[in-house]
Nanobody
Framework: VQLQASGGGLVQAGGSLRLSCAASGRASSNDVMGWFRQTPGKEREFVAGISRTRSLTYSVDSRFTISRDNAKNLGYLQMNSLKPEDTANYYC?????????????????WGQGTQVTVSS
């Protein structure tokens, strides 16, 4: 599975961004797409996850909404009311574990990350 995240950029506080994750390669009927973020010197932290059937979703912050379009092999992370502390490199990833995994080690495939910078 290959993943490519895009959509990052520079935005003012209070603004919105929608990140995309394009997936290619081995298809699965039960994978979970997750989004993580990382700032320099810190561990990668879970942001949101969604099952392939979209029956399970979880986000750590109500400002962030995760979705996916399986027909297009795309995943999305809609981020609203952005704050400077949301500044980070955002990664999409795929897991084959049950539920919505929230640990980095539970994910098998990773995209390259897309930088989000929120100015105050």
């Amino acid at each position: 599975v290959q993943l490519q995240a895009s959509g990052g950029g520079l935005v003012q506080a209070g603004g919105s961004l929608r990140l995309s994750c394009a997936a290619s390669g081995r298809a699965s009927s039960n994978d979970v797409m997750g989004w993580f973020r990382q700032t320099p010197g810190k561990e990668r932290e879970f942001v949101a996850g969604i099952s392939r059937t979209r029956s399970l979703t979880y986000s750590v912050d109500s400002r962030f909404t995760i979705s996916r379009d399986n027909a297009k092999n795309l995943g999305y992370l809609q981020m609203n009311s952005l704050k400077p502390e949301d500044t980070a490199n955002y990664y999409c990833a795929i897991s084959f574990e049950a539920g919505i995994p929230q640990q980095q080690r539970q994910y098998d495939y990773w995209g390259q990350g897309t930088q989000v910078t929120v100015s105050s």
